[in-house]
């Protein structure tokens, strides 16, 4: 099949951006999307042009490294990752708009890569278990009730991606930090730092300049990973009692 | 104290703010609707009642300056909150496509800026009679203000009552998605609870257009009539 592809093209991160049309030819229907972009970039290459820079790894739907924001939405018509995005969901002879994912917090780097480290930023801030968690226990040892076990691993789905703050209208990083924050409250590992975890993502997030949610669930609607927007109520929750256990003690 | 501003100055705290002045304005909806709900069973009612809200003086101050300062914290705290979220993407997308945010969510700002300028002009025209300064010197056979009288002439308009329909469909649009809105952020929400939130605040929204929209709609059709 062939494409018309209008792709956003920016030579590194202080440069100016804009779409360019690129056409992508003879791309077999089971190519996955990146596997377009591959055979696109090795037509690019042979013309002595420069490939388009995209972010992928592990190609497989469970790394979240591929971003891309395909026709408007984040990940594109796909259910899961713009890696397992096959071209069969697309006409011959479509157009394509390929753009980055958009947030002042994912600043672009070039072309469809762009930076997320503010996600990692606001893991180091407390999504994580300080205690030594030592060797497996006995089962049984750390009773998990099944309800508490299974949402718990639902939140930790998570591959933090980022798609959530791309579609977001705000641009805001609710669902991801309720997924980080819902999956470890729920679990006893997570109990000690339980009120300190909540307090320091959460002003992490907003330090680093993410939108605030106004409900609009574009994030749950799009993410690959299929986090439920419950997971932001609880984050709400957890954050306004850990405020106020830190006002008390 | 420290934590209390800095929760304050978080994105989840004045969310919070948000919702709870948002749930006061709509505890208020609520009671108001009820209250003039009131017209259909005729003058006497509506009037004593009427004259009940006036006798309950400073009272009646201290919910009024209650509703003023709800109403001042609903649009400052929102409006902090837009900055950021404009703030947060500077450079927008070529092609947009929406999933999931409905069109009331979408227009929430544009319905709850509009629904204000109805209220200025709402209090106006029945709390402070400045369209219409004959409203004032109703008097029913008892001596007392003639709110029926006052509420079946405003309506015979048929400008004012067409006004009054848009603005209360806006008003119910605003709740169509601040309903449900607010109890996720206040963190009342999960997979269980969710369809009654999401179901039953647009119900709601419903009810309360339908019943606000109503009492003009009587007077028009002639039900209500002097």
């Known amino acids: ?249 | 104290m420290n934590s209390i501003s800095s929760y304050l100055s978080s994105s989840i705290g004045r969310k919070w703010i948000v919702a709870l002045t948002g749930l006061g304005l709509f505890g208020f909806v609520v009671g108001h609707l009820i209250g003039n709900l009131q017209v259909f069973l005729g003058p006497e009612p509506l009037n004593r009642y009427a004259l009940f809200l006036q006798s309950l003086g400073e009272l009646l101050w201290v919910i009024r300056l209650g509703l003023l300062a709800m109403v001042v914290a609903h649009i400052v705290f929102t409006i902090k909150l837009r900055m950021e979220n404009r703030a947060a993407r500077p450079v927008g997308y070529a092609v947009t496509n929406r999933r999931a945010a409905t069109f009331p969510a979408r227009m929430m700002t544009l319905s709850g800026l509009m629904v204000l300028c109805f209220i200025i002009f709402h209090l106006l025209h029945f709390t402070a009679h400045k369209i219409d300064p004959s409203f004032a010197h109703m008097t029913d056979a008892m001596g007392r203000h003639d709110v029926y009288r006052m509420l079946i002439l405003g309506f015979q308009s048929k400008a004012a009552s067409t006004f009054y329909i848009v603005a209360v469909g806006l008003l119910a649009m605003h709740l169509n998605h601040g309903i449900g809105s607010l109890f996720q952020t206040l963190g009342l929400n999960s997979a269980k609870l969710r369809p009654l939130w999401e179901k039953g605040g647009v119900a709601l929204s419903w009810l309360i257009f339908l019943g606000y929209a109503s009492i003009p709609v009587a007077v028009l059709t002639g039900v209500l009539k002097l």
């Open chain 1, 1 to 249: 099949m062939n494409l018309h592809l209008k792709v956003w093209r920016q030579k590194d991160a202080k440069s100016p951006g804009q779409l360019v049309p690129i056409e992508a030819r003879n791309i077999p229907e089971d190519a996955s999307f990146l596997e377009m972009l591959d055979i696109v970039n090795d037509d690019l290459t042979v013309k002595g042009e420069e490939p388009i820079a995209f972010d992928h790894d592990c190609r497989e739907g469970i790394c979240g490294t591929c971003s891309l924001s395909i026709n408007g939405l984040p990940h594109g018509p796909s259910e899961t990752t713009t890696c397992q995005l096959y071209m069969r969901k697309f006409k011959d002879g479509e157009t394509i708009h390929v753009e980055p994912f958009r947030a002042k917090t994912f600043p672009v780097v070039r072309d469809l890569i762009v930076d997320r480290s503010a996600f990692d930023r606001i893991q180091q801030a407390g999504g994580f278990i300080t205690a030594r968690a030592g060797s497996a226990q006995d089962a049984n040892c750390l009773p998990v009730p099944k309800v508490a076990a299974d949402a718990a691993m639902e939140a930790a789905a998570c591959i933090g991606c980022g798609a959530c703050v791309a579609a977001c209208p705000n641009a805001s990083a609710m669902l991801f930090v309720g997924a980080k924050v819902s999956h470890l409250a729920l679990l006893p590992q997570g109990q000690a730092e339980r009120t300190s975890r909540a307090l320091k993502m959460v002003r992490t997030m907003d330090e680093e300049g993410f939108g605030n949610c106004s409900n609009y669930l574009e994030c749950e609607a799009v993410c690959p990973a299929d986090i439920p927007a419950s997971v932001i109520a609880r984050l709400n929750r957890e954050y306004t009692v850990a405020s106020c256990k830190d006002a008390v003690c």
